[in-house]
């Protein structure tokens, strides 16, 4: 009776921790067999503990390259998609204008539609406009399905924020460039903030859209396809294992500047 009273006050708990541990369960496999030194082509059963692959991460040809222009990408189409996005938002909150009900509606639309249809879409403007596929047409088509998320994350903020705190501002003199910067915009950085991170990683880990329109450019994503229809290398584990270390300590750092500013608050 103990047991069962116990597990019903953790069911919560205990449902949440199972979830998390399958969710990070693909990455501790990866990190497990970053340290594995196979002895065919293919990093699929484990043979061997070695540090080999950390200790030249760019062993293989092509990667670290692959990699570099993955992030060059992905940074790019975050900032290109943020500012637009941002824009965007509080366009769609702050105006009244003709069609702004259809404007919400398209916005939503990249996120809604399949992948491999607005991959073809946007292949096909390219090739009808005689653009070379490759680093711009990648960037452009990040930016573009981006951009829903942006919008998405920025309007939500925008919409809670109280506009008596602009109007206050105003009344003590502050300009409109002023205002904008001293009050509206640290208010809204949660949203853009939340908006740029997701921008980042849909761009960095996108397959589908690249592959229609890269041409002969190969990004991470498409450089990890491809390697395993050949045998995959160790260095790949290294750098997925890497990345997600990374993602890691950010969100630690985040909420450890967090608990500081409520600390300091109180």
């Known amino acids: 009776m103990f047991f069962v009273n116990w597990l019903k006050r953790h069911f919560v708990v205990i449902a949440g921790l199972i979830t998390l541990s399958y969710l990070l369960l693909p990455n501790i496999v990866v990190t497990v067999f970053s340290f594995n030194k196979p002895k065919g082509r293919f990093n699929y059963t484990w043979q ?86 490759g680093f711009w047409t990648i960037l452009i088509a990040h930016i573009m399905f981006c951009l829903s998320f942006v919008v998405t994350a920025v309007k939500a903020r925008v919409m809670s924020m109280d506009p008596r705190l602009e109007e206050a501002a105003r009344d003590l003199y502050a300009g409109p460039a002023q205002t904008f910067v001293r009050v509206t915009l640290p208010i809204a950085a949660p949203g853009i903030a939340a908006g740029a991170l997701l921008a980042f990683a849909l761009s960095f880990d996108d397959f589908i859209i690249t592959n229609f329109n890269a041409g002969s450019t190969v990004t991470f994503p498409m450089f990890v396809w491809g390697s395993a229809q050949r045998g995959t290398p160790v260095q790949i584990n290294v750098i997925g294992t890497a990345m997600f270390l990374v993602a890691v300590l950010l969100v630690l750092f985040s909420m450890v500047i967090g608990n500081r500013r409520r600390k300091q608050k109180a």
């Open 48 to 133: 061997q503990f070695s540090t080999d692959a950390w200790k030249d991460p760019c062993g293989v040809s092509g990667l670290c390259g692959s990699l570099s222009l993955s992030l060059q990408i992905a940074i790019w189409a975050t900032i290109g998609a943020t500012v637009l996005g941002t824009m965007i938002a509080f366009a769609l909150v702050r105006y009244r204008f003709r069609a702004r009900g259809a404007v919400n509606s398209l916005i939503f639309m990249p996120m809604a539609m399949p992948e491999v249809v607005m991959a073809a879409s946007l292949l096909t403007l390219f090739l009808n406009l005689g653009a070379q596929l």
